[in-house]
């Protein structure tokens, strides 16, 4: 199915939490790969951190923190980074 002009997985690698409810979803989805599943879910973790880092500026954020979630299912696939080698800001840089 396609959503102007693009097709479900295309737009969840862009916004996951405009496909999906919660990052379970994203592990029961039909028709996406592993490594895209993946993709989608590091990108809703890098979505959740900016999130953070503006609430913590007293802008307001929209989604409750998934964090947690979204490494829960990035475990299950194998894919959990390492924490000894973890970015050192919530941006994802150093």
């Known amino acids: 199915m396609k959503h102007q002009g693009i097709t479900d997985t295309e737009k969840a690698l862009l916004n996951p939490a405009s496909v999906f409810d919660t990052p379970e979803e994203v592990l029961h989805a039909k028709g ?3 490594r895209q599943k993946i993709e989608i879910l590091r990108r809703w973790e890098y979505d959740q951190r900016q999130l953070q880092v503006a609430e913590e500026e007293n802008m307001a954020g929209s989604q409750i923190d998934i964090l947690g ?3 829960k299912a990035l ?3 194998d894919a ?3 924490s000894e ?3 050192s800001t919530k941006h ?3």
């Open 69 to 71: 979630q979204i490494r």
């Open 85 to 87: 080698h973890s970015p």
């Open 80 to 82: 959990e980074i390492n």
């Open 75 to 77: 475990r299950q696939l």
């Open 32 to 34: 996406i790969s592993r």
């Open 92 to 94: 994802g840089g150093i």
